[in-house]
């Protein structure tokens, strides 16, 4: 009996220490964020000044496009804090059930965030999703080779350059430029629009040289391509790169132009969402958020952050465009993102 009570004493022992080693070790671990976002859209410094201010580590992993990161996300196993979601995979998601609620009034810096950019058609009440960056896609032309105006799609497919031309590596974006130029609505994906795009999209393909959405303005700059339909911060870049424009034009299509609002979304779930929100807060801080605005030019939809933005950086036509160009956001279209990707599927392996 005594024997089987120093034994019982000794497992009791073994396992109060253990349990005190393993809490010791997770009250002393480095918290962490687990970040999945757009490349080419996050600067390496705001990661940095956020992990000297909060002692958090952040773990970036990058897509291309918002179908892969969904895929991903949907498909479990990896474990994201933050993601990088544009408008209508917001409304997605929150159909889904697959995001966690933000609650805006615990964050100090959300009142820097411009009105306009708020409580739009995607998350009504920013419930869910915190505005990051707001751009087009539209048009760039090196007038120093295009020597004729280009106002639209059409003028960019007319024959003229063929394979001297990069677009974005998404299939979505691609079949809305046809719609648009057929004076259709957008988000108005049904079997009989697709085979009204299908001749005009398989006329496009074979003047096209590269698809590229994570970098195309590196195509211009090596003189690969003439033109190119690409992300407004890109066109910015470019804009930037030539001293105020120089040869290189941006155009919002005349046709019509999506205007997307990427954002930052807590997944059902997320580990660390004390990190999260801590992250959310310190990017809507304006002198982190005019760094964010001086590596990836977008439409910064925070007005204290622009007010110390530099003249030529407000004055850029790709990040603030003028006038009213007719602009429209993309709609949650569900499964009909599917009949999409397998035309387009079919279309580029011909």
């Known amino acids: 009996m005594q024997t089987r009570r120093r034994a019982l004493a000794a497992l009791i022992t073994t396992a109060a220490m253990s349990l005190i080693a393993s809490t010791a070790q997770a009250q002393t671990a480095k918290p962490v964020l687990n970040l999945f976002c757009w490349s080419e859209y996050v600067p390496e410094g705001v990661i940095k000044g956020f992990e000297k201010e909060t002692g958090i580590k952040v773990n970036v992993e990058n897509y291309d496009t918002n179908e892969k990161m969904l895929a991903k996300l949907l498909a479990g196993g990896a474990k994201y804090d933050l993601i990088q979601p544009s408008e209508y995979v917001v409304e997605s998601l929150i159909k889904q059930a697959q995001l966690e609620p933000i609650d805006s009034a615990a964050l100090e810096n959300f009142k820097n965030l411009d009105p306009k950019s708020l409580n739009l058609e995607h998350d009504p009440g920013n419930k869910f999703s915190v505005p990051w960056m707001i751009g087009t896609v539209g048009i760039v032309v090196n007038t120093a080779k295009v020597k004729e105006e280009i106002k639209g799609y059409a003028d960019v497919f007319n024959g003229k350059y063929k394979k001297r031309i990069v677009v974005l590596d998404d299939n979505r974006e691609i079949v809305s ?165 397998k035309m387009m599927t079919d279309l580029r392996s011909q």
């Open 177 to 341: 430029w046809a719609l648009a130029t057929l004076g259709l609505p957008i988000n108005d994906i049904t079997a009989e629009n697709l085979a009204k795009t299908k001749p005009i999209v398989k006329g496009w393909l074979k003047q096209v040289k590269a698809y590229d959405s994570d970098s195309p303005k590196t195509k211009f700059l090596k003189g690969d391509v003439d033109l190119g339909i690409v992300w407004s911060g890109e066109a910015a870049l470019l804009w930037e790169a030539n001293k105020g424009g120089g040869k290189f034009k941006y155009v919002l299509p005349a046709e019509g132009a999506h205007q997307f609002v990427d954002s930052l979304c807590i997944p059902k779930g997320a580990p660390h969402k004390d990190a999260a929100m801590k992250f959310i807060n310190y990017i809507l801080k304006p002198d982190v958020s005019k760094l964010i605005s001086k590596d990836f030019p977008y439409t910064n939809p925070n007005l204290e952050a622009r007010k110390l933005l530099k003249k030529e950086q407000l004055e850029n036509p790709a990040s603030y465009p003028a006038g009213e160009p007719k602009l429209d956001r993309f709609k949650d279209i569900g499964k009909a993102a599917r009949d999409i990707d």
